[in-house]
């Protein structure tokens, strides 16, 4: 399919979903009626480094590069608005239609509108979606910076069910963590939930439970000290596993202890510990221990 | 240099010129105060494709990959706000740096604050840039799609300086045609002030000034009728080479011909032709007859 043909039949496959849109697609840029915060984030996916398209549908590839980007608004509590999409299209890959279909089915899924993009030549398929999400003040959102000695830390969902589903892609299996690896869901609206019960600080956990604590310790100045038996373990994954597993996209908080019922109430939530005054991350064993050198997976 | 020191480090490099950033760097997301409108574009170049890091300094490659992406915004009149950057980094790539520093360098020239960005690997040099721009009424702005029967149409500064010095660099050669090509100047200032003089379509001069006239038409449902002998050209250049060179991001624009003089006390401007009822683009020779087949640049 020639460039210009390509864009169009992209354009043709995409629906503007916003009420805010004054210019879509067709024009040298979008233009969006605004409301007072825009909350922006760029992440990118390249084949062969964060996917593989021997074991990834291109519609797979669509998906997770969006999902993996309205994460990080999840993480700040903003409303999903807009997806900017730039496509490097590798000679011979046919799939681009494909994976802006896959891209457009999650854009559904969360309201989004798919509002502009850029199509190029290169050498491997690579995905640069940047998301922008709305609010209209700074309470309703939540940084990473917030935690203070006495917050509460919880969790939303399981963990570490990606990253076994990745390793059964490899095996060649199937499954429902197969799937939670491929089609990853950003916890947008437990995220507006748990920002509006008043969380002190978030995170989405995209690197590993235990990295993203440490990040979010680093962000508040404060220490995480965090059980590892109360790690919420996705289905034949050991705590270890869980603490160490990247991709869920679930969401990492800090909350005064007396909201911790509204928190609950907002999502699904499990309780992993405390914040303490001091620095980085502490994980605990059943008896109370700091747990040095996690196992993890085998790779 | 390990990616979290790379990413420390490039942040170190940037500053925040806005007096709209709520939250910068460091976390999930970057917040900003919005003007009522958001005007966005994102633009992508890939090594070997849309550059060629043989001939091109990393610094130059960063500005570059700025500059095409907000001349996106020029051409719409929008006021430059932010720019979110993903990198794609090859094994043994060391001019990460280099490359945020010219890019800084035109942000700096342009008041634009880069908010946010992500830095992975992949096989070859790959830059996205999505720009933000603001507007507080649809008023400020202009699209592609208002020429009307009757407008004027002018072009500002000269074409066809681009393609030269990216010819003359192949040749090893150096100078100002060459510098322009490696470090183009998106015409922010000047589109705002066309924008204000009552413009009723625009477009950035980025595919050369047949392609982008013939997209200014087909946007608008008008005929472009311009004289191939007022094409303004770049020092060297003929007058069919000017019409087919790209990368020159000069503006292309159709006004109303009373606006005339106000066109040109807003920008330095050359008059090419006319908007007449009908499609597409004619270019007329000094005789007035249509050109068949456009020369240009020997390839």
């Known amino acids: 399919m020639r460039e210009l043909d390509l864009i169009g039949a992209i354009q043709a496959a995409l629906t503007d979903r916003g009420d805010r849109t004054v210019r879509w697609s067709g024009d040298d840029a979008a233009v969006v009626r605004a409301r007072p915060l825009a909350v922006t984030s760029i992440d990118t996916v390249v084949d062969g480094v964060h996917f593989r398209l021997d074991t ?4 797979d590839v669509g998906w997770k590069a969006l999902a993996t980007a309205l994460s990080d608004l999840a993480a700040m509590g903003a409303a999903a608005g807009e997806a900017y999409v730039a ?3 590798p000679e011979g890959f046919e799939g681009a ?3 802006v279909g896959g891209m457009e089915e999650l854009a559904a899924a969360t ?3 798919i509002a502009g993009g850029d199509v190029v030549r290169g050498p491997a398929l690579t995905v640069a979606v940047t998301v922008v999400g709305w609010a209209d003040s700074e309470d309703e959102l939540v940084g990473r910076d917030g935690a ?3 917050d509460v830390v919880g969790v939303t969902g399981d963990l570490g069910g990606s990253e076994a589903g990745r390793l059964a892609l490899e095996r060649g299996e199937r499954g429902p963590l197969v799937e939670r690896h491929l089609r990853p869901a950003p916890r947008l609206e437990e995220a507006r939930a748990l920002a509006a019960a008043g969380t002190s600080a978030m995170i989405d956990v995209s690197d590993g439970l235990a990295t993203d604590a440490r990040h979010l310790a ?3 100045g404060v220490q995480l000290r965090l059980s590892l038996d109360a790690v919420p373990c996705a ?3 050991s705590p270890e596993q869980a603490a160490v ?3 869920d996209y679930e969401l990492l908080f800090a909350i005064a202890p007396d909201r911790r019922a509204d928190a609950e109430a907002a999502a699904p939530v499990s309780w992993l510990g405390e914040v303490r005054a001091g620095g980085g991350l502490v994980l605990l064993d059943a008896g109370g221990r700091a747990v040095e050198g996690l196992a993890g997976f085998e790779h």
């Open 245 to 247: 597993g990247g991709d």
């Open 111 to 113: 309201g989004v509108t």
């Open 235 to 237: 289905p034949g994954v």
């Open 218 to 220: 680093d962000a508040s």
């Open 56 to 59: 990834h549908d291109a519609a």
């Open 97 to 99: 239609l494909e994976l």
């Open 87 to 89: 496509l490097v299209l």
């Open 148 to 150: 203070a000695p006495g």
